[in-house]
């Protein structure tokens, strides 16, 4: 592994929340390391596990799933279905051996813009200890 | 006649190895054997047959048949590499067989299946021939024998401590040589005679004279539907069945790259035949079943004049509900008389 | 059992004379004597073909999906088929009053293989008492644990009585609570050593699909697993896991621990692992006694405001 090596993160966000978070982040000019990519989604419910088992399996060497904070969720109560859901899939994939720091659920608020710098940078660091990914990976 | 160690196996085989070939060998997996790449680890010996047969060798589950890469307007298309050289060891007479009756439908007539050519023309079949049959071993009623060469290179023919190896083709005489240092001169009775008294319990509950014309003139006989009701539309009968050769042809992309690639498809899946449009001319498991077991009794004996079943007995200790073919040619003999 | 199979019989011809039902399932005599196989008496006199002993391994529930499309259904049904039938009614996919359930209590059945290696030679009967299983071969009868004689499936069964039947034939075995004990030792190896274990037996998955086929749990319409953009046809590793992972998560808070799919599969992968670590979270996270018993709503189709975030809780080896 070379010593530039940076890991890649898929970020699931939810567009009420956290991904206005990571754009305060950025409006806010708070450094982080560009390690990840977001996509968009309109509440963290939307999340099929199928989609963090994907991303893993096209190379991401960490996923983090967020949204709003429990009693926040746009819809009432997709984020509580996510808890439940991610809960057991989280624990799922470990118990097929994935390390416990590559998949990340959170949850960030509109406000939480540090939270997700933070977020990230712990991540990342995780994720560079770790090195990349190769479990659950289609051959190149 | 020759005699070869059981203690120089290893030897021998990594030899093979050393050749550049892949040597495949039946391993224990968590109790389940399994025909697997070697590389040293112990290779399993009691077994019938492993779960995998040299179909998943010669016609492997997925394999590439094309690359592509670019854009639609300026794509480059390359072959995936040729097929390495490997050697099967351990295979059964029966699997080795199965290779045979696949051999007709590859090899034969005007249109050559070139993967499948390829493949067979860089493996090597060394088969262990069988001193027992298991519970669910019926070869000798489809004119198969334990002990028989047809389709292996090499026949190893077990004794104490050792093997009797037999070499039909040259292939086999050449992966033989690798050994010659190893092998001794030993006096023995034609070790093929032992295949004559194995017991066979289930091989003589199978009657098959005759049976090709009755079903082709019972296409539409209601016991079809009583046969088929329990069948739960799987494809475990002919994933594990070596003379099944079904595959689809499908494209995995990825962004500007990708793959066209075949797999095994199985005739009891309820979309194997879906159209386009929505039809599909087997929609039921009557349909289905019917299809599977007239290929097997009927119209591959009609196009080549054999059955297409070795009598390797994995779909009778596989299937779930006992739906396989020694039961079917019974339950057809009963009311087909 | 046979004073059970002479009532079956009787109750099946009963119901397929008055009409009630249009067929009734249960097991028939199989190539060989001790693998009796699903059978379907569609007239009367096919009642008295109807069979049950310790041999009868297979699920029934499964057969109802297929079989009420043309009208009632009555079946014989083991604890393990109830689950399988409260499984389909809670999915709304058959209604009761299409149903005609004839309950009888279940002991476990003898797998014939093991038997015949405990016993040395064929089995051609075998009495299930208690802890004890007694083999009767041609040549001697003699007794041998449970755990050398019968499914997989029934060794972990903790429910051997149907919790829906019309009618129930001898005396119901009160439930119990089944010991998930088995999920632990996966948990407990380093992550690399539980990846590699998984691996090893993905790979020897054949995608045959007969798990899902003999699932009771596994009775959508269409399934994403037959979907190339849910999942491509090859047989690479990262498409196994997905394979797995997906068929586990869609029947995770689902499953009713009928263990069909672990038996069916011809490679040996122990599926009953993958269920089970979902049944054990669920009991340890959000209190589900016993999530293989069909409530009103599953375990994942609900939440409560104070649910734990098993995201923290989990974490290696816990």
């Known amino acids: 592994m070379s010593s530039d090596w940076q890991p890649r993160i898929v970020g699931f966000a939810c567009r009420w929340c956290t991904y206005a978070g990571a754009d305060l982040a950025g409006t806010s000019r708070l450094e982080y390391p560009a390690t990840v990519r977001l996509v968009r989604v309109p509440c963290s419910g939307r999340v099929n596990p199928s989609f963090v088992l994907r991303a893993f399996q096209r190379g991401a060497d960490g996923v983090l799933v967020a949204g709003c904070h429990p009693g926040d969720c746009h819809y009432t109560s997709g984020n509580l279905f996510t808890r439940r859901r991610f809960s057991l899939v989280k624990r799922f994939l470990e118990y097929l051996g994935l390390e416990p720091e590559r998949l990340r659920v959170e949850w960030i608020s509109a406000a939480e813009g540090q939270r997700f710098a933070q977020v990230i940078r712990e991540m990342t660091d995780d994720l560079c200890r770790l090195g990349p990914n190769r479990k659950m990976r289609e051959e190149p | 006649m020759r005699f070869l160690p059981a203690t120089a196996l290893p030897r021998w085989l990594e030899r093979l190895r050393g050749d550049g070939a892949t040597v495949w060998a039946p391993v224990d997996e968590d109790g389940v054997v399994v025909l697997r790449p070697w590389e040293g680890q112990p290779i399993a010996s009691r077994y019938v047959n492993p779960l995998n047969s040299l179909k998943d060798v010669l016609l492997p589950r997925t394999e590439t048949i094309l690359e592509f890469e670019g854009r639609p307007t300026d794509l480059a298309v390359r072959e995936p590499a040729p097929p390495q050289s490997q050697v099967v060891f351990g295979t059964r007479p029966c699997d080795a067989a199965a290779m045979e009756l696949n051999d007709r439908v590859f090899l034969e007539g005007t249109f050559v299946d070139e993967g499948f050519r390829r493949r067979r023309e860089t493996t090597t079949v060394l088969t262990v021939a069988c001193t027992v049959a298991g519970p669910h071993c019926f070869c000798r009623a489809v004119g198969g024998s334990p002990t028989a060469p047809r389709g292996s290179d090499l026949v190893l023919h077990p004794v104490e401590n050792g093997y009797l190896p037999e070499a039909p083709t040259s292939r086999g005489e050449k992966a033989l040589r690798a050994a010659s240092d190893l092998v001794e001169d030993v006096e023995h009775p034609d070790p093929r005679e032992a295949g004559r008294t194995v017991a066979m319990p289930l091989a003589e509950r199978i009657a098959l004279d005759g049976l090709a014309a009755r079903l082709r003139d019972h296409f539409e006989h209601p016991c079809w539907d009583a046969i088929s009701r329990r069948c739960h539309s799987c494809g475990l009968c002919t994933f594990v069945c070596p003379t099944c050769y079904c595959f689809a042809v499908f494209d995995s992309l990825r962004v500007t790259r990708g793959r066209r690639q075949r797999g095994w498809d199985s005739c009891q899946f309820k979309d194997f035949l879906l159209m386009a449009g929505g039809h599909n001319p087997r929609p039921t498991r009557k349909h289905r079943v019917r299809q599977r077991f007239l290929h097997k009794l009927c119209y591959f004996p009609e196009a080549y004049g054999e059955y297409q079943c070795v009598g390797c007995g994995r779909c009778v200790a596989g299937c779930p509900v006992g739906l396989h073919l020694p039961a079917v040619v019974d339950e057809l003999g009963e009311v087909l008389g | ?318």
């Open chain 3, 1 to 318: 059992m046979s004073d059970i199979q002479a009532r079956l019989r009787e109750i099946a011809r009963r119901l397929l004379t008055e009409g009630h039902v249009r067929v009734f399932i249960g097991f028939g005599p199989g190539f060989e004597a001790n693998r009796p196989v699903p059978f379907f008496a569609a007239d009367p006199d096919a009642a008295d073909r109807l069979l049950l002993d310790e041999f009868c391994a297979a699920g029934l529930a499964r057969y109802v999906l297929e079989e009420v499309r043309e009208g009632p259904v009555g079946l014989v049904a083991r604890g393990c088929d109830g689950l399988g039938l409260e499984r389909l009614l809670a999915d709304h996919r058959v209604a009761r009053e299409q149903l005609y359930v004839v309950g009888v209590s279940c002991r476990g059945v003898v797998d014939p293989d093991r038997a015949c290696a405990a016993a040395g030679e064929e089995v051609r009967a075998a009495r299930v008492n208690g802890e004890t299983v007694t083999l009767i071969t041609p040549t001697a009868e003699r007794s041998f644990p449970r755990s050398a004689c019968l499914l997989d499936k029934c060794l972990r069964c903790q429910d051997p009585t149907p919790r829906i039947a019309d009618v129930l034939l001898g005396e119901a075995i009160p439930p119990g609570e089944r010991d998930l004990a088995h999920v632990d030792a996966v948990e407990r190896m380093p992550s690399d050593e539980r990846y590699r274990f998984w691996a090893r037996q993905f790979e020897r998955c054949l995608r045959c699909l007969a798990c899902r086929q003999v699932c009771p749990a596994c009775n959508c319409v269409s399934c994403s697993l037959d979907r190339p953009e849910w999942l491509e046809r090859g047989t690479g590793l990262a498409e196994q896991f997905m394979f797995h992972f997906t068929r586990a998560y869609h029947v995770a808070g689902r499953c009713v621990a009928c263990g069909e799919c672990e038996r069916a599969c011809p490679a040996g992968i122990p599926l009953g692992l993958l269920n089970d670590k979902f049944m054990k979270d669920l009991r340890d996270l959000f209190g589900v006694a016993a999530p293989h018993r069909p409530g009103d709503v599953e375990p994942l189709g609900k939440f409560c405001p104070d649910d734990p975030e098993g995201w923290h809780e989990g974490g290696e080896g816990t």
